[in-house]
């Protein structure tokens, strides 16, 4: 299985502050079809995961332009330009040029 | 709006089997494959595996090889997770999610939406 290793693991931001989450993968994810297949999910308390960005960098539909992805092969990184308060929650990276894999999560809070 | 709706939480005995159910609305329910995955309390997801609505047909995780099944009714746009020789470390939240994402020569790289509200399974003697 491919390892997906996020870090920091949590973060403590004030509103109005960027936030950085990396996300690494033991094997790269840019596939021969010229794709890479990295995703990002916020998991809001006692919410399922929802869909932040797939692709690397294409935000899913509604998701905030504040909200931005890049990266290639093994390095990517999830990048918030100013946190609200709305933006607390879990963040997990996930794979899936194989069977499905995710990182740890990292843990969002507001100061 | 396109939804997963899943049943509710369960208490079993340990050995025993559970099903989850996950009734899909809003979308054409044979044209989209359904996965399943779950969160250990405090802990990340883990995929279980999914399964084509349209076919019937399957793939698990690994882990789950034996253990669980999955199965579909097109005529109420259900699916179902059915975990068997339920362990102490099987109590999580288990979720249902629709597959989007990008195919090509019959092989599909999914993301996920939406997701089921999730289900609790504990395992209690």
């Known amino acids: 299985d491919i390892v997906m290793t996020q870090t920091p693991l949590s973060l403590s931001v004030t509103p109005g502050q960027p936030a950085s989450i990396s996300c690494k993968s033991s094997e790269s994810l840019l596939h021969n079809n010229g794709r890479t297949h990295l995703n990002w999910y916020l998991q809001r308390p006692g919410q399922p995961p929802q869909l932040l960005i797939y692709e690397i960098s294409n935000r899913f539909s509604g998701v905030p332009d504040r909200f931005g992805g890049s990266g290639s092969g093994t390095d990517f990184t999830l990048k918030i330009s100013r946190v609200e308060a709305e933006d607390v929650g879990v963040y997990y990276c996930?794979?899936?040029?194989?069977?499905?894999?995710f990182g740890q999560g990292t843990r969002l809070e507001i100061k | 709006q396109v939804r997963l709706v899943q049943s509710g939480a369960e208490v079993k005995r340990p050995g025993a089997s559970v099903k989850v159910s996950c009734k899909a609305s809003g979308y054409t329910f044979t044209g989209y494959y359904i996965h399943w995955l779950r969160q250990a309390p405090g802990q990340g997801l883990e995929w279980m595996g999914r399964i084509s609505p349209n076919s019937g047909g399957t793939k698990y995780a690994e882990n789950f090889q034996g253990r669980v099944t999955l199965t579909r009714d097109t005529s109420i746009n259900t699916a179902y997770m059915e975990l068997s020789g339920l362990r102490s470390d099987d109590r999580a939240v288990y979720y249902c999610?629709?597959?989007?994402?990008?195919?090509?020569?019959?092989?599909?790289?999914?993301?996920?939406?939406?997701w089921g509200q999730g289900t609790l399974v504990t395992i209690s003697s």
């Open positions: 999610a629709r597959e989007d994402g990008y195919c090509r020569g019959g092989t599909c790289y999914p993301w996920f939406d939406p």
């Open positions: 996930m794979q899936s040029i194989q069977s499905p894999t």
